[in-house]
């Protein structure tokens, strides 16, 4: 019986020590105690498992309206008269009324007019009368040479010309160059619509529905 249990005992013996030298890693010493394995690195987590809905960012409050950008100013109209000289003055008329520029012709006079009338001129077929400007101002006579014209005006749906010493040209003024005429003026105030300033010239502007009266 000893030597049976002695035989049992040595072959469960052998079989510990062959499981032990199985279990250790190649080239490694009988003996030698196993070190542990590093630990591995976190894989990075994939881009797809961040959150798809992030913290908004909050929008910007908007401006008051007071210190929104000022849009830019309205372009104002300009208005353009008709500069003439009579006598030693330069006057003018809104192009607006104006209809044509013609060359001084032979007038028929009409009996009974009144003094400022000169006469009529054929017209395309109509007749025109025609008014001395200097006459209906009150203002000594004007030149009647090469460069004189008779402008053709319509204030009141009735074509009238008017004989000036010469026509000087168009300007364009802003509306607020028209200033009110001199309540001192003494002949021809009741015709003027106010005076204008154009650089270091005045121009008389008139009032033509008073300008061509009868």
């Known amino acids: ?97 104006v209809r044509e520029v013609l060359k001084v012709r032979e007038l028929t006079a009409v009996p009974n007019a009144a003094g400022h009338i000169l006469g009529v001129a054929s017209l395309r077929g109509t007749m025109l009368p025609v008014i001395d400007l200097c006459k209906r101002l009150g203002l000594a006579p004007g030149a009647r040479d090469d460069k004189a014209r008779i402008v053709v005006v319509s204030p009141d749906e009735e074509d009238v010309g008017l004989i000036v010493d010469r026509v000087t040209g168009v300007l364009r003024i802003p509306p607020d160059s028209v200033k009110p005429a001199p309540e001192n003026i003494e002949r021809g105030g009741e015709y003027l619509r106010g005076i204008v300033r154009k650089g270091e010239k005045l121009y008389i502007l008139l009032d033509l529905v008073k300008a061509v009266g009868t």
């Open 1 to 97: 019986m000893d030597i049976l249990a002695a035989r049992k005992k040595a072959a469960e013996k052998a079989r510990a020590t062959k499981s032990a030298k199985s279990e250790e890693p190649p080239n490694a010493e009988p003996g030698a105690t196993r070190a542990p394995e590093p630990p591995q690195p976190a894989e990075p987590v994939p881009s797809a498992a961040v959150s798809a809905d992030p913290t908004p960012v909050a929008e910007p409050a908007a401006l008051p309206a007071d210190s929104a950008p000022a849009a830019p100013d309205e372009a104002v109209e300009e208005l353009e008269i008709l500069a003439f000289r009579l006598g030693g003055e330069e006057y003018a008329v809104m192009v607006s009324d």
